[in-house]
């Protein structure tokens, strides 16, 4: 028999100010609940064009960020860039350091929307090299287990159908479903994952519980599956139920930079003074489409997109 995870706690995602003019809700990162290893932080954006996530830096994590309307650009310290447009997803493992520029764009000018999750690394792969890949919404498996429940399968497995391999160096289980008025879902989790959900568009029952919009539901480890319906008075509902496996070390972070002792924290603040230890490339450097990107830009960028969209080199 199957057993179902029961809620750890469930909280309300206020909206607020991020980087450069951008508004997100936070659920992950937050007093509510600070970190849930392997997890960090999670931000849904809702970002104008004229505002973003220009040149900063990262060590110690990855992250995944997920475009759901209109387009985001990317571009790191080393030559490399791209851009995400609705439905694609990045995986970014920062590992010893990288800095890097995120910024949105739309040809109607309305904001760009979408998820950015930080994900833990190992301890002993904190100074890895940096890499990343692309995930193009063409290339996500798609489940229908039935004509109410449809799933894609960024990461894992549901309904019987697996995803693409070799996305991210920490065990992840991510699902983007979208359910309609009386529909069911029964998602299996790793006994040793944590797991949570999000809810993007309309309300979930939960354990007898309606649970509105914009709300992070966070679960015990206390079962086999997570089992939610959409009310059959309710509109169709589109969320997430992210996993990931625990880990068993101390999260200590300031900032971009994530490490399991203060004194790692210390020297990533000097090596990216500095210019050293995996953040050689960072002094001086400055990212074309840090100050946003405009249609002139746009052009540009979408015209060389396939030639500069190459994985980090592993001599880095």
């Given at each position: 028999?199957?057993?179902?995870?029961?809620?750890?706690?469930?909280?309300?995602c206020?909206?607020?100010?991020?980087?450069?003019?951008?508004?997100?809700?936070?659920?992950?990162?937050?007093?509510?609940?600070?970190?849930?290893?392997?997890?960090?932080?999670?931000?849904?954006?809702?970002v104008?064009?004229?505002?973003?996530?220009?040149?900063?830096?990262h060590?110690?994590?990855?992250?995944?960020?997920?475009?759901?309307?209109?387009q985001?650009?990317?571009?790191?310290?080393?030559?490399?860039?791209?851009?995400?447009?609705?439905?694609?997803?990045?995986?970014?493992?920062?590992?010893?350091?990288?800095?890097?520029?995120e910024?949105?764009?739309?040809?109607?000018?309305?904001?760009?929307?979408?998820?950015?999750?930080?994900?833990?690394?190992?301890?002993?792969?904190?100074?890895?090299?940096?890499?990343?890949?692309?995930?193009?919404d063409?290339e996500?498996?798609?489940a229908?287990?039935?004509?109410?429940?449809?799933?894609?399968?960024?990461?894992?497995?549901?309904?019987?159908?697996?995803?693409?391999?070799?996305?991210?160096?920490?065990?992840?289980?991510y699902?983007?479903?979208?359910?309609?008025?009386?529909?069911?879902?029964v998602?299996?989790?790793?006994?040793?994952?944590?797991?949570?959900?999000?809810?993007?568009?309309?309300?979930?029952?939960?354990?007898?519980?309606?649970?509105p919009?914009?709300?992070?539901?966070?679960?015990?480890r206390?079962?086999d599956?997570?089992?939610?319906?959409?009310?059959?008075?309710s509109?169709?509902?589109?969320?997430?139920?992210?996993?990931?496996?625990?880990?068993?070390?101390?999260?200590i972070?300031?900032?971009?930079?994530?490490?399991?002792?203060?004194?790692?924290?210390?020297?990533?603040?000097?090596?990216?003074?500095?210019?050293?230890?995996?953040?050689e490339?960072?002094?001086?450097?400055?990212?074309?489409?840090?100050?946003?990107?405009?249609?002139?830009?746009?052009?540009?960028?979408?015209?060389?997109s396939?030639?500069?969209?190459?994985?980090?080199?592993?001599?880095?």
């Open positions: 028999m199957v057993s179902f995870r029961t809620i750890l706690k469930s909280l309300y206020v909206e607020q100010a991020e980087g450069v003019g951008a508004k997100v809700r936070r659920s992950i990162g937050t007093m509510g609940m600070r970190n849930f290893s392997p997890f960090l932080m999670l931000d849904h954006f809702n104008s064009p004229d505002a973003g996530f220009p040149d900063h830096p060590r110690g994590q990855e992250t995944i960020t997920l475009v759901m309307k209109g985001f650009f990317h571009e790191d310290f080393t030559g490399s860039a791209g851009v995400l447009n609705a439905g694609d997803l990045q995986f970014m493992t920062a590992g010893k350091g990288i800095c890097h520029s910024m949105p764009y739309s040809e109607d000018g309305t904001n760009v929307e979408g998820m950015q999750l930080w994900v833990d690394l190992p301890k002993d792969l904190k100074h890895t090299n940096p890499r990343y890949r692309d995930l193009r063409a996500i498996p798609v229908e287990p039935n004509d109410k429940v449809k799933v894609k399968v960024i990461s894992g497995k549901s309904y019987g159908v697996e995803s693409v391999k070799d996305l991210a160096y920490t065990p992840i289980d699902y983007n479903y979208t359910v309609q008025p009386g529909g069911e879902v998602q299996e989790i790793p006994a040793d994952y944590n797991a949570f959900l999000y809810i993007l568009k309309g309300s979930l029952n939960i354990e007898d519980t309606i649970i919009q914009f709300n992070a539901v966070f679960f015990k206390d079962g599956a997570i089992k939610v319906s959409v009310p059959e008075d509109e169709e509902t589109n969320f997430v139920i992210i996993g990931g496996q625990v880990l068993d070390q101390p999260i972070q300031h900032g971009p930079f994530v490490e399991t002792t203060k004194e790692g924290i210390y020297e990533a603040f000097m090596d990216y003074q500095y210019g050293r230890n995996g953040f490339r960072a002094r001086g450097w400055h990212s074309k489409i840090g100050k946003g990107v405009d249609e002139k830009l746009y052009r540009v960028l979408t015209g060389e396939e030639k500069n969209s190459q994985p980090l080199k592993d001599e880095l």
